[in-house]
């Protein structure tokens, strides 16, 4: 027998480019992450043809998930014909055969950086969402095996002092994009660098939310129908981004999620972030159910309040 | 606007093309020429890449124009889909054929000092007469040696244990499917040596050097001595699956380092080893790889040595894939921030923006992390 007689004969790439180990151990890993909402489950994160931090994690969860008969949509930045999200898209296309959409309702599968879509998604979706660093710790501590220990125990106090400096320095919480969140009530995670505005979006969601970060090699999820809340004091409501007033230049909706695209003139003129749903209302003038209705409404009454900002 | 470049896809395939045709034709000739006249270069991505193949190392340069990080995610990329259907003997140091191997620790060594191929005592001058075209006749030889060198050397570490001035060691038995696998396990901390040993092998040698020249430098166990360091080829032997006899598949470059101090690992009386090895020939990553790996061993590290920090940190594709992931838009996260820092402009200026403003940049910046 040869070494040419046992070595394999050589061959295109596997279906969905991931080798069938790759994704058996993705699927395990997502399991267990569902099982467990809110857990970063780590796991080996192979290398794939795409730069790492461009969404490998991400993608590495749609192409164990994805088969010819999925419909695909890839967003970035709440666009479907941003750059990079074109490339995604093209590559889960060219090594999976599956179909793809930029109408958030048809897609069995989104994965998107930085967005979840104004239209209130269904049960039967999956949301993969790409996170540069799923560790919600990272501000307080660098060493991950620390914040493993961390959230081992519940031991957030020192996520609650960064939100209580901030009260006191600056009378509101300061957190951009990527607003830590409470999920079923026990883990705190990352909801990636979302805009506040769609953190509420995750809670009872009607669809699967996986979280996947390639390089960090940690993914978590959060499963539908669970509890996700933003860490709030009782007292000082989390807020969202204003959209007040904000007029789209294309679809003249309002309060939506908004690009602020400055002008020559010192002023600022407003888009719809979510290129799918925009498309949708210029097509058809209409589209499906949204988060926040044209008034500003969260769909879950009271999960948001109004701004109290706290004397001290 | 190249953020939402309208039509995404159409603008990332010219781009390509845009790249392409500035690098001009790919091919045979360019890629064989490569791999014979650039072989450190070669060695450096073959490491990084963690793939031995120069022809498939050659070709991931020519194709991405030289740039060394996109050339090692393209060799990665490529190994992530091969499957592994064998595992190789153990090769140990005293087996490989040798043709450079030095020791700073002692004027001489068992099997001698050799020094090999090495730019280290040349003149750093350019070649300038190459420009002139005026050596088209001078075709390099290596001196005739006057006795035929040793193929193999032992190790120093070995007269080192013997005099009992290392520890001495037992080769373990482990069965090659139960070494942890730094590519396809989840990583966690404390790492397994092994993680730890192929981690150093597929770093960053600029990563690497930038870590490991801090520890040299006084951040850490300021001089470690090169105990042994040494270029050449490894067989690559394998069992035969039927008759269970081992042959050899074929040879390929190594290279592995060695640094020895009296005050690495705390409480441990005598000398520590630091150890770094790679496919390929690359010494300045491990003389720095080396030192890390004994930083790693020692008490309290500094923390950038800490073996989480160092393993995180080198990984040329997970390193340059981040930095360069900085080019895609982040306008939704800046506008979260820019809510955030408009609101406290607004709860302490009332929103005149023409009042000084001490806090504002601070709260940017806070906002921005």
Redesign the interface.
């Known amino acids: ?1 040869t ?1 040419q007689e ?3 004969p050589r061959q295109d ?2 279906y969905a ?1 991931l ?1 069938a ?2 994704k058996r ?1 993705l699927r395990r890993r997502i399991l267990k992450g569902i099982a467990i909402p809110g857990y970063q489950v ?3 994160s ?4 795409i ?4 969404g ?1 994690g991400g993608l590495q969860v749609t192409l164990s998930l994805v088969g010819p008969e999925s419909v695909v949509k890839v967003i ?4 479907d ?7 995604l898209r ?1 590559f889960i296309t060219r090594m999976s055969g599956a179909q793809t959409t930029t109408d958030a309702l048809k897609a069995t599968i989104l994965q998107s ?3 979840i879509p104004e239209e209130i998604m269904g049960e039967g979706q999956a949301l993969v969402l790409q996170v ?1 660093d799923p560790e919600p710790l990272r ?1 307080v501590t660098a ?3 620390k914040a493993h220990q961390m959230h081992a125990d519940s031991d957030y106090g020192q996520m609650w002092l960064l939100l209580y400096e901030q009260l006191v ?10 607003y830590p969140a409470l999920v079923n009530g026990r883990y705190v995670i990352s909801p990636s ?5 769609d953190n509420p979006k995750l809670h009872q969601a009607a669809h699967l939310t996986l979280l996947s970060a390639g ?1 960090e ?1 940690r993914l978590y999820a959060v499963p539908p129908y669970t509890n996700v809340f933003p860490l709030e004091f009782s007292d000082v409501p989390f ?1 969202v ?2 959209q007040q007033g904000r007029d789209c230049r294309t679809t003249h909706i309002q309060n939506k ?4 695209l400055p002008q020559e003139d010192g002023s600022s003129q407003f888009e719809l ?1 979510d ?1 799918g749903y925009a498309e949708k209302l210029m097509k058809q003038g209409a589209a499906g159910a949204t988060y926040y209705d044209d008034q500003g409404n969260f769909y879950h009454a009271d999960y948001l309040k109004p701004p109290v ?1 706290p004397t001290l | 606007m190249y953020v939402a470049a309208r039509g995404g896809e159409d603008a990332i395939q010219h781009a390509e093309q845009f790249y392409q045709a500035m690098l001009g034709k790919l091919s045979l000739d360019t890629i064989h020429t490569i791999q014979q006249q650039l072989p450190y270069l070669i060695d450096k991505v073959m490491g990084e890449g963690s793939l031995y193949s120069p022809e498939l190392a050659a070709l991931a340069l020519a194709q991405t124009g030289g740039d060394v990080y996109e050339a090692v995610l393209l060799l990665r990329a490529y190994r992530s889909t091969q499957p592994r259907i064998a595992y190789a003997e153990p090769v140990s140091a005293d087996q490989v054929l040798t043709v450079r191997r030095i020791s700073a620790a002692f004027k001489d060594i068992p099997g001698g000092q050799v020094l090999g191929p090495s730019l280290d005592y040349s003149h750093r001058l350019l070649r300038l007469d190459v420009l002139d075209g005026l050596d088209d006749d001078q075709i390099p030889v290596a001196p005739e040696a006057e006795n035929l060198a040793s193929p193999t050397y032992p190790a120093v570490a070995d007269w080192q244990r013997a005099q009992k001035l290392l520890p001495s060691i037992e080769a373990e038995q482990i069965e090659p499917v139960s070494i942890p696998d730094v590519t396809t396990d989840a990583v966690l901390f404390p790492a397994p040596r092994a993680h730890r040993l192929q981690a150093l092998s597929r770093a960053d040698t600029g990563g690497v050097l930038a870590l490991g020249y801090a520890s040299m430098r006084g951040y850490g166990l300021i001089h470690p001595t090169v105990n042994e360091l040494r270029l050449g080829y490894a067989e690559v032997e394998m069992k035969h699956p039927i008759t269970g006899e081992i042959f050899s598949a074929g040879r390929v470059r190594v290279s592995q380092a060695e640094v020895i101090t009296s005050d690495g690992e705390s409480g441990k009386a005598g000398y520590q080893l630091g150890f770094a090895a790679t496919m390929g020939w690359n010494e300045v990553k491990l003389i720095a790889a080396s030192t890390l790996d004994m930083e790693m061993n020692s008490h309290e590290p500094h923390p950038a040595h800490t073996e989480e920090f160092v393993m995180y940190h080198t990984e040329p594709v997970e390193s340059s894939g981040f930095c360069i992931h900085f080019k895609l838009p982040h306008y939704v996260t800046f506008a979260s921030s820019l809510d955030s820092v408009r609101k406290v402009i607004d709860t302490f200026y009332g929103g005149d923006k023409s009042q000084q403003q001490p806090q504002a940049a601070e709260t940017a910046q806070q906002v921005q992390s």
Request: charged share 30%; hydrophobic share 30%; net charge positive.
């Open positions: 027998m070494l046992l070595a394999q790439y596997s480019f080798d180990h790759a151990e780590p796991y080996a192979r290398e794939l043809p730069a790492r931090g461009w490998t970035d930045q709440g666009a014909d941003s750059v990079n999200a074109a490339n093209r950086r930085h967005r540069p501000g060493d991950i095996s320095r600056y009378r509101q919480y300061i957190q951009g994009a990527s660098p979302i805009p506040r505005w390089r090699k807020q981004e204003d999620f908004m690009n602020e972030s290129s900002k």
